[in-house]
């Protein structure tokens, strides 16, 4: 039987006004990667997403030892967090700035975030009053990050996967993984490109890691690293369908099957 959660984001009217779509989604990326916790053995498949009240995201994994273990420690950090204790397993260096975003949307945008596992009755739910405490923790565990300052402006393009839908100092944006050095970039979208790109764009887009290519003006570092980029298009990038049928030439081996025309070719019989 394949191991199951349930992920319900609940925002501080009881409906969906108050919700941003990039929140929601974001938030359900983040719980993900606290139960992952940095491991990419154990695949979750997104099983079901609705948008109605409340935002529920139902996703399964194969009932293997890895999925049982990811689940029991994720559960443990959980039960930490309700009892006033900053998780354990959430201060490694690759899941602070996820339970840092995490907990900072559950102490304020999002009322309550209910997580059932398995067949439990009854969610373990993160409220506002469970993630409040933490406010100053989150800064505390958070590594020292230098705020590195733009070198270059070129207009250019980058080729990625979608792994989130965010915002940028109060605008929206997608982080991308960059194809050729791995990087996570953010790429700011102005207001009527995000309008259509949160109608085109699905949770199932971000939870497959949809292929894009942003193209705009690229921020550069002093190191020759990408900063951002500032987006002025968006485009997903999907397989291009291929015609065969102008490269079939039947008049190619002269009348000869593919077998007798490889054995000639071999044996240099043909110019």
Known sequence: MPERLI?????PDGGMDALTVEDAMQQVLDAFKLL??????V???LISATTNSPFTVVAEADDTEAAVQQKGVFEKSLRELTSGRFPEAWKR???QLAAASF???SSGEIARTEFTLGDMREPMVISREVAAPFADVQSAN???MPSPSVSKRQVGSIDGTLVGVTTYWGRPAVRVQERKSGREITCVIPEALAATFSEEASMQDVWLHRRLNVRGVILYQASGAILRVEAASVQAVGPVPKDLRPLRDPTFTGGLTAAEYLERFRAGELG
């Open 142 to 144: 958070l590594p020292t």
């Open 7 to 11: 992920v319900k984001i609940i925002p």
């Open 43 to 45: 695949v979750w498949r």
């Open 36 to 41: 992952r916790g940095g491991e990419t053995t």
């Open 93 to 95: 260096p690759e899941l």
């Open 103 to 105: 907990l900072r949307r």
